[in-house]
């Protein structure tokens, strides 16, 4: 066992965990914060998306120990417009990808508001969002009940 001292949602967490302990599974069964999900736990589904310093990382790829120090933010913590948008825009249907599509369109947001490119851009990028745009940015977050109409709406709202 390892002490770590996290710091989630602006509060310090002092945690025993073994060292191999993803920060998935530090939040949820140590900390009790379960708006995060474990989809497919390899990082291929975004489900598990919280913010580490503002930047999207996929929690279940991601060591615990490894973020001691960093300000981490879960749905549990968020208090953003995107969360509205995606209610009016039906951004989500059985809503178990919703937590970690609203944490990675945070982040994505502040990507593109500090010019990072993009696949669709290649180069650093400003202005509007296209639904292109959007799409390929978060294109690490999948839903399967096929609610992106009403993602790429909700984040093109905040966006402007």
Do not use: W
Request: aromatic share 4%; glycine share 14%; charged share 20%.
């Amino acid at each position: 066992m390892v002490e770590v001292r996290l710091r989630v949602n602006g509060t310090d967490e002092p945690l025993d965990i073994q060292p191999q302990v993803s920060l998935l599974d530090a939040l949820r069964e140590y900390l009790g914060l379960t708006g995060t999900k474990k989809g497919c736990d390899q990082g291929a589904c975004g489900a598990c998306t919280v913010l580490a310093d503002g930047e999207r990382i996929n929690s279940c790829l991601a060591l615990a120990v490894q973020y001691e120090g960093r300000e981490i933010t879960t749905i549990e913590g968020l208090d953003h417009p995107l969360q509205g948008a995606f209610v009016r825009h039906d951004g989500f249907q059985c809503g178990y990808c919703t937590s970690g599509q609203i944490c990675s369109a945070v982040g994505m947001l502040a990507e593109h508001k500090d010019g990072m490119p993009s696949a669709v851009t290649k180069q650093a990028s400003g202005g509007e969002l296209s639904a292109a745009e959007i799409r390929e940015r978060m294109s690490g977050n999948l839903c399967r009940c096929g609610a992106y109409n009403g993602i790429v709406g909700a984040i093109q709202e905040v966006a402007r």
